[in-house]
């Protein structure tokens, strides 16, 4: 049972450049998540899903785009990186539960620098 | 929105001795409180949660504890060992009426918790 992937794990990008994560869940989880992990920030939210076909802003949108073709993946894009968004990426994913208070199971993370 | 302040930013503790973590938020509506545990290299892990409809929950060697009034709640890990050393974050959600939104949790900014043999 492999939960949630992420991948790639690493990545060095230059300004300007694009690419996609990718997250993958084999939970059958309704609920996906991105957020970003910043030194003294904590995990802030970026965008997230509560189900196949439908996406959400969260704290942190600027700069990033996601989609949810299919239920179990979660795609983060990145259009024209800038330094900013250097930072590691967690994809995260949850059941749909009562009162919407179901643990988050997180991925490893993805580790991007924008130079 | 909510807002969560987590103290202090790192701990060290001796092998065998408690360690406590704080976590205050602003919203009053919040009613979930979870602890996720991150290890080096790893995504955080749920360790303890609780609502707010209680005041203390306890998990072995880990328990967490909620003052509504005060708005804070409290991480407490008695025993400590070394592989408890990781960091530690505590996060918050406001009262959702409709299911179905998605679990929005606010994070603290982590704590670095270190068990010295």
């Known amino acids: 049972n492999a939960g949630v992937t992420q991948t790639p794990k690493f990545r060095v990008l230059k300004t300007g450049q694009s690419m996609t994560l990718l997250c993958a869940q084999d939970m059958n989880h309704e609920y996906m998540y991105w957020y970003r992990q910043d030194p003294g920030m904590g995990l802030r939210l970026i965008h997230y899903?509560?189900?196949?076909?439908?996406?959400a802003k969260g704290e942190v949108p600027d700069g990033y785009n996601v989609s949810r073709l299919k239920k179990q993946n979660f795609l983060l894009g990145l259009e024209s990186a800038a330094p900013s968004q250097t930072s590691v990426y967690f994809c995260?994913?949850?059941?749909?539960?009562?009162?919407?208070?179901?643990?988050?199971?997180f991925g490893e993370g993805s580790r991007l620098t924008v130079l | 929105g909510e807002n969560v302040e987590q103290h202090p930013s790192t701990l060290s503790v001796q092998e065998g001795d408690s360690a406590v973590i704080k976590c205050t938020y602003s919203d009053s509506a919040s009613n979930y409180f979870p602890w996720y545990k991150q290890e080096l290299g790893k995504g955080p892990q749920l360790i303890i949660d609780i609502r707010s409809n209680v005041g203390e929950k306890k998990d072995q060697r880990i328990a967490v504890t909620l003052n509504k009034t005060a708005k804070h709640f409290s991480l407490h890990i008695t025993e400590t060992q070394p592989e408890d050393s990781a960091v530690y974050f505590c996060?918050?959600?406001?009262?959702?009426?409709?299911?179905?939104?998605?679990?929005?949790?606010?994070f603290g900014t982590g704590t670095q918790l270190k068990v010295e043999l």
């Open positions: 995260a994913s949850s059941y749909k539960t009562s009162g919407n208070t179901g643990e988050l199971f």
């Open positions: 899903s509560v189900g196949e076909g439908t996406t």
């Open positions: 996060a918050a959600q406001p009262r959702t009426i409709l299911t179905g939104g998605g679990n929005k949790l606010t």
